[in-house]
């Protein structure tokens, strides 16, 4: 396909070429393709997802992976999936403790978003298994 025919696209399009790219373990190209949709429009808060999903467990990115999770929030501040690759793109970044108080805040705003709480509460218990695992060997 030509470089004119590419411009004509629609964003959905650019969308779909993605995920097909990145189920098809064709990471460089899905990434071409989700920019693609975003510059198409840059308040679609799927491609966002899809690009920061992509950049995240895919390619190892989590920095940037972090910031397209806050720009696909921008687009849908309701958006619970971005919300929670968003504090797990934090975790994998080290920063726990921020992942946290992301978590909790969005809590604070949405109390009916049960799979935020639902993250919180596993870190919550993942960090307790932590402090536990440091005591038992700080005593033996």
């Known amino acids: 396909m030509d470089k004119?025919?590419?411009k004509t696209q629609s964003r959905e399009w650019w969308m779909d070429m993605g995920v097909i790219n990145k189920e098809r373990g064709q990471y460089t190209e899905a990434e071409m393709y989700f920019r693609g949709a975003i510059e198409k429009d840059k308040n679609y808060g799927d491609a966002w997802f899809n690009l920061g999903s992509l950049l995240m467990r895919n390619l190892?990115?989590?920095?940037d992976a972090l910031e397209c999770f806050h720009q696909a929030i921008r687009c849908n501040r309701n958006d619970e999936e971005s919300v929670c690759f968003a504090a797990e793109a934090l975790q994998r970044l080290g920063r726990r403790k921020e992942a946290g108080d992301f978590l909790e805040k969005h809590i604070y705003?949405?109390?009916n978003h049960k799979k935020v709480?639902?993250?919180?509460q596993r870190m919550g218990a993942s960090f307790q298994n932590h402090l536990e695992q440091l005591f038992k060997s700080a005593y033996k």
């Open 4 to 6: 004119t025919k590419l």
């Open 109 to 111: 705003a949405y109390p």
């Open 60 to 63: 190892g990115k989590h920095e």
């Open 117 to 120: 709480l639902s993250m919180l």
